[in-house]
C-alpha cells in the first residue's frame, strides 16, 4: 500500500511559476513510476508528465513540453512537478499517482496507475 500527498498548489499569474511536491510512504517507492495528472472541470484526467522508478526516463504531455520539469528524489521518497510559465489552461487540480514497476518505460495510462493522492488545485490567472 503506497499513500500520496501532494502540496504545493495555489494562486498564481500566467507566466509565473509553481513546484508541486507527492510525498509518499512506504519503503519501497524506488519500485514504482510516478505521474503527475490534471482535471480541469468538465474534463477528463489527463496525463502531466511521468517519471521511471529511478528518474532515467521521463514523459511529458505536449501542452507542457519545455515549461513542466519532473523529478524524484528516492530516498525522501517524494516526486517533483515544476512549473513555469505558466498558463490559464493549466488550471487544474493536480494528482500525482504511482506504478509498481521497475519497466524503463514511463508512458502509462491513468487506469494503468494503482495509487492517487487526492489532488492539488492550481489556478493560474490571466
Known amino acids: 500500500q503506497v499513500q500520496l500527498v501532494e502540496s504545493g498548489g495555489g494562486l498564481v499569474q500566467a507566466g509565473g511559476s509553481l513546484r508541486l511536491s507527492c510525498a509518499a510512504s512506504g519503503r519501497t517507492f524506488n519500485n514504482y513510476a510516478m505521474g503527475w495528472f490534471r482535471q480541469a472541470p468538465g474534463k477528463e484526467r489527463d496525463i502531466v508528465a511521468s517519471i521511471n522508478w529511478r528518474g532515467s526516463t521521463t514523459y511529458f504531455a505536449d501542452s507542457v513540453k519545455g515549461r513542466f520539469t519532473i523529478s524524484r528524489d528516492n530516498a525522501k521518497n517524494t516526486v517533483s512537478l515544476e512549473m513555469n510559465s505558466l498558463k490559464p489552461e493549466d488550471t487544474a487540480v493536480y494528482y500525482c499517482?504511482?506504478?509498481?514497476?521497475?519497466?524503463?518505460?514511463?508512458?502509462?495510462?491513468?487506469?494503468?496507475?494503482?495509487?492517487w493522492g487526492q489532488g492539488t488545485q492550481v489556478t493560474v490567472s490571466s
Open positions: 499517482a504511482a506504478r509498481r514497476t521497475l519497466a524503463a518505460a514511463t508512458n502509462w495510462r491513468s487506469v494503468e496507475y494503482e495509487y
